[in-house]
Each structure stands twice: as C-alpha cells, then as structure tokens.
T-cell receptor, first 115, second 114 residues
Framework: GAVVSQHPSRVICKSGTSVKIECRSL??????MFWYRQFPKQSLMLMAT?????????EQGVEKDKFLINHASLTLSTLTVTSAHPEDSSFYIC???????????FGPGTRLTVL | GQQLNQSPQSMFIQEGEDVSMNCTSS?????WLWYKQDPGEGPVLLIA?????ELTSNGRLTAQFGITRKDSFLNISASIPSDVGIYFC??????????????FGQGTILTVHP
C-alpha cells in the first residue's frame, strides 16, 4: 500500500526557534499534500494544501508566514513552524493522495512541544 | 469548518461483540473513507468507498457508501482488544476550491473490554 513518512516523529524546541517537519511519499508521487493539526481527542484540522511547483493554499485563520510550506518535489513537502511558541505545541500530520486518486494516506505524525 | 456528523461519539463493548458506527452529511461526496487512529499515530486507511451503494469488506470490517452519497456506515464484527482506537469517517470534496480536501467526522472512540 501507499506509505507516507514524516520526520521527525517528535521534536522539542525552545520558544522563538523554528522547526521543520518533512513529509515524504515513499512509493508514490503526489502533486498535492495536506497538512493537518490535531489537538487531543479531537478530529484533524486542515491547515494548508501543499502544491508541487506552486504556492501552498492556507485555510482560513492559518498564518502563512508562521507555517511555511514548501513542496520541493513530487515526493516531499515540508512544514516549517517559524518563531514557535508554546501554543504551537500540537500533533502535526500530513497526508497525500496518489496521483490520479483521491484516497489519502497519512503520515505517522509529528509531536511538537515548544517550551 | 464543515464536519460530518459521526455517531456514536464513544463505545464501550465486550470482546467478541459487533460494532456499528455511521456518518451523515448534508453534502454529497464522491468518495468516503474510513480511518483508524491509534494514540500518537497518524490515521490508517481501513476502507475506501467510491460508488453510491457500494458495500466493501476488509477482513472483519464492512463499510457501505449510502445510496444518496450523504452517508456511510462501518461495521466491525467479532471485536478484539486491538480494535481499540479512534475511528474517523471522511468525505472527499469533489469540486470547487475544496477539491480533494477531506471533511472529517468527529470520530468514534472505541474501547473493547477483554
């Protein structure tokens, strides 16, 4: 089946620093990837759509200058949380549909803790 | 944003029992997906449904795509302890600016007692 990886799985950083999270589709290509944020015992909240070769599109209320997205290739998207603050602590998950399908496969998630 | 109405919110069952959960929507979706999420992990795809009326099985799991394309259910037969987790339904938006995006249900927390 389709496999999506994320790195790192966990990261702890100091307030004010930036953190980069990678999302890779391992056995398929994806022109689009999606980034989500999830709070405990809640559903996933879509943050932005990452588009290969063009700018990401952000959901309402998501700061594009704070959550920088780069879709560098057909198998890699990165999310950079800039100037992180404790309220940015969360579980970040990416997903990708294989080209030509709309079935999305999720990465294992990244737990971000900002001290 | 928009959410699917998923029920029940939680279930506490004995091992061996069957489980049923469902999702309804006011909007039509062309694809329905069911996921299971374990604590600290990303959602794992269980079943994908592409046609209205479609009934699909995956081992002890069975899911159906409602004929109106506005609802879906997931059944788990003969539950086992490893079925514990949160189950999410998701509809794939078919058009407009939301094309390809998922709309999620609130999740069903399943607890199985041995």
């Amino acid at each position: 089946g389709a496999v999506v990886s994320q790195h790192p799985s966990r990261v702890i950083c100091k307030s004010g620093t930036s953190v980069k999270i990678e999302c890779r589709s391992l056995d398929f290509q994806a022109t689009t990837m999606f980034w989500y944020r999830q709070f405990p015992k809640q559903s996933l909240m879509l943050m932005a759509t990452s588009n290969e070769g063009s700018k990401a599109t952000y959901e309402q209320g998501v700061e594009k200058d704070k959550f920088l997205i780069n879709h560098a290739s057909l198998t890699l998207s990165t999310l950079t949380v800039t100037s992180a603050h404790p309220e940015d602590s969360s579980f970040y998950i990416c997903s990708a549909p294989a080209i030509g399908t709309d079935t999305q496969y999720f990465g294992p998630g990244t737990r971000l803790t900002v001290l | 944003g928009q959410q699917l109405n998923q029920s029940p919110q939680s279930m506490f069952i004995q091992e061996g029992e069957d489980v049923s959960m469902n999702c309804t929507s006011s909007s039509i979706f062309n694809t329905w997906l069911w996921y299971k999420q374990d604590p600290g992990e990303g959602p794992v795809l269980l079943i994908a449904l592409y046609k209205a009326g479609e009934l699909t099985s995956n081992g002890r799991l069975t899911a159906q795509f409602g004929i109106t394309r506005k609802d879906s259910f997931l059944n788990i037969s003969a539950s086992i302890p490893s079925d514990v987790g949160i189950y999410f339904c998701a509809g794939v938006n078919a058009g407009g600016t939301s094309y390809g995006k998922l709309t999620f249900g609130q999740g069903t927390i399943l607890t199985v007692h041995p």
